[in-house]
């Protein structure tokens, strides 16, 4: 197994982006209330009218908690999501996702942009199922797949992808890639968590959630170049040597901006 990263799992087929459902969380969701307490506190809201008390809990606890409960993402998402534009939230909603699958992650930085970039404009279930089952040999899962498993993973990475908007939506087998164009408010966004997170500037800059946008360290520098004619940071290159005056103290305040913006 390859010891540097966390092995690929399958918990995306708790819920694939679930888009809907994480914005009516949100706005149940308060702070410092346990996963448990969501749970009840959603069961019991009349929100999720044909959604099973099972299915509801999977995916508060597997999907929903990991995501943004335990990243706390879910304090600084919930004042978004009323103001922000689906396009621009799904955005958010991905680099959580990814964030806690890494096969999703991996898949659209070395599958999806690539495919992109090389004049493809679609995308199949057979193209994710190649990508799974090398995965699969080359050790980067707690213990061989099955070959089941592997076919419902690689819909899984499919139907991912189309509901953040990577590719289209339907029931086919090939579908339409939809790249997607970061937004300013999400390049805010990310830049400062990274930044909070304790990340050097340069690490901010590199950091492997930029790909899932197709952007490398060069592009990021150039997003953050924009970002700083607002004022709302300040930033000075030399080569690969980046420095960044962090303008905001606290994830408030940039979430302030970016609601007034």
């Known amino acids: 197994m390859n010891s540097s990263k ?44 044909i959604v099973s008390a099972r299915r509801l809990r999977n995916i508060v606890v597997e999907c929903f908690a990991p995501r943004y409960i335990k990243t706390n993402a879910a304090v600084y998402l919930k004042p978004l999501a009323a103001r922000l534009s689906s396009s621009a939230l799904n955005q958010l909603f991905l680099i959580y996702t990814a964030s806690a699958n890494e096969i999703l992650q991996d898949f659209i930085q070395e599958i999806y942009w690539k495919r992109y970039s090389s ?71 990310l830049a400062y968590m990274l930044h909070f997170d304790g990340l050097g500037d340069n690490a901010v800059i590199n950091h492997k959630s930029w790909a899932l946008f197709g952007l490398d360290g060069s592009d990021v520098r150039e997003e953050l170049k924009r970002l700083a004619k607002n004022g709302w940071l300040i930033v000075q290159s030399a080569g ?22």
């Open 6 to 49: 966390a092995p690929y799992t399958t918990q995306l087929q708790a819920g694939l982006g679930l888009v809907d459902e994480t914005k009516l969380l949100l706005s149940l969701y308060q702070g410092n209330v346990s996963t448990n307490q969501l749970y009840e506190g959603a069961l019991s809201s009349g929100l999720f009218p």
């Open 119 to 189: 004049g493809r404009d679609s995308m199949t279930t057979d193209d994710a199922k190649d990508f799974v089952v090398h995965a699969v040999r080359e050790g980067k899962t707690q213990k061989p797949w099955s070959d089941s498993t592997i076919k419902r993973v690689s819909s899984y990475l499919i139907g991912c992808c189309a509901d953040y908007g990577l590719l289209s939506a339907g029931r086919g087998s090939k579908r339409t890639i939809q790249p997607v164009r970061i937004q300013e408010s999400t390049v805010l966004y």
């Open 240 to 261: 690969d040597v980046t420095r960044i005056g962090w303008q905001f103290k606290t994830m408030e305040e940039v979430i302030d901006v970016i609601t007034q913006s």
